[in-house]
T-cell receptor, first 113, second 114 residues
Framework: DAGVIQSPRHEVTEMGQEVTLRCKPI?????LFWYRQTMMRGLELLIY????????DSGMPEDRFSAKMPNASFSTLKIQPSEPRDSAVYFC???????????FGSGTQLSVL | AQSVTQLDSQVPVFEEAPVELRCNYS??????LFWYVQYPNQGLQLLLK??????LVKGINGFEAEFNKSQTSFHLRKPSVHISDTAEYFC????????????FGPGTSLSVIP
């Protein structure tokens, strides 16, 4: 079991650029979550999917953020345009059900200059 | 809306001493409760969870937690800590709007001193 795979591990970009974060969940898991972690706000749930369908995106901060899950093995989180306040660690997690064990990826450290 | 409070942002403790990390939640409905641990530069890992049944829950690495409905608490304990327990610990809850939606507390940084 390869676990949840996120790419890239680190991303440094300039303000205004488009950023795309990628996630491959564990095979057989039908829930996928995107979280953002910062010192100030802790771990925030941005959006989660069930069977590739977005269920709750109330945590997405602004229209600059969008997430897709075109199939059961791939999801993206896109920020366009990026801003310095978007700098954070972005985690993807998957599970067989939200109350079941969440398996987290190693995260993407995003720095927007 | 449900929320999770972790009263201590940092807890230093000597090796082999006991430790308790406190967690309180607020919710008007029955909830599920979790403790996760995050080691440096890694994602979170599940330590234990309470869904129903016995209020004393045992997890991995010798940790346990007790659910107290009247006090809306779910404190994490370990009788004797090791250097390798140094990490960030997160209490989490689900159930207010959906049992699928897991909300995390702000975290407690546990530092084990040799």
């Amino acid at each position: 079991d390869a676990g949840v795979i996120q790419s890239p591990r680190h991303e440094v970009t300039e303000m205004g650029q488009e950023v795309t974060l990628r996630c491959k969940p564990i095979s057989g898991h039908d829930y996928l979550f995107w979280y953002r972690q910062t010192m100030m706000r802790g771990l925030e749930l941005l959006i989660y999917f069930n069977n590739n369908v977005p269920i709750d995106d109330s945590g997405m901060p602004e229209d600059r953020f969008s997430a897709k899950m075109p199939n059961a093995s791939f999801s993206t989180l896109k920020i366009q345009p990026s801003e310095p306040r978007d700098s954070a660690v972005y985690f993807c997690a998957s599970s067989r059900g939200g109350y079941e064990k969440l398996f987290f990826g190693s995260g993407t450290q995003l720095s927007v200059l | 809306a449900q929320s999770v409070t972790q009263l201590d942002s940092q807890v230093p403790v000597f090796e082999e001493a006991p430790v308790e990390l406190r967690c309180n939640y607020s919710s008007s409905v029955s909830v599920y409760l979790f403790w996760y641990v995050q080691y440096p530069n890694q994602g979170l890992q599940l330590l234990l969870k309470y869904l129903s049944g016995s209020t004393l829950v045992k997890g991995i690495n010798g940790f346990e937690a007790e659910f107290n409905k009247s006090q809306t608490s779910f404190h994490l304990r370990k009788p004797s800590v090791h250097i390798s327990d140094t990490a960030e610990y997160f209490c989490a809850v689900s159930g207010e709007t959906s049992y699928d939606k897991v909300i995390f507390g702000p975290g407690t940084s546990l530092s084990v001193i040799p």
